[in-house]
Nanobody, 126 residues
């Protein structure tokens, strides 16, 4: 059974930083593209960042480019996102995702990833 467990969320002020982590189990982690999406109350899920199986290629939403950095450690079955210069509009529940198809991790064409965690809340106050 695939499990993705996020951690590291919290309440911060605008301009602060947070690092989210995702611990994966029940899958051969290195065979999956992984990433993050977020969802604010009353809004649709929004792609945040994704990373290829080897970690060699990364993808970001325009809204976070230059502020967020995604990384993975296949030896530890772990995914991370370093979030700097946080803004109130970054507030939401952040979900870790994994799928054999990168397009699903990127939520392209409204696709949904096969695996997701329970989410961790990030709240940025102004």
């Amino acid at each position: 059974q695939v499990q993705l467990v996020e951690s590291g969320g919290g309440l911060v002020q605008a301009g602060d930083s947070l690092r989210l982590s995702c611990a994966a189990s029940g899958l051969t982690f290195s065979r999956y593209a992984v990433g993050w999406f977020r969802q604010a109350p009353g809004k649709e899920p929004e792609f945040v960042a994704a990373i290829s199986r080897t970690g060699g290629t990364t993808y970001y939403a325009d809204s976070v480019k230059g502020r967020f950095t995604i990384s993975r450690d296949n030896a530890k079955n772990a995914l991370y996102v370093q979030m700097n210069s946080l803004k109130p509009e970054d507030t939401g529940v952040y979900y870790c995702t994994a799928d054999s198809l990168l397009s699903r991790v990127r939520l392209e064409q409204s696709q949904q990833p096969a695996n997701r965690g329970q989410g961790t809340q990030v709240t940025v106050s102004s």
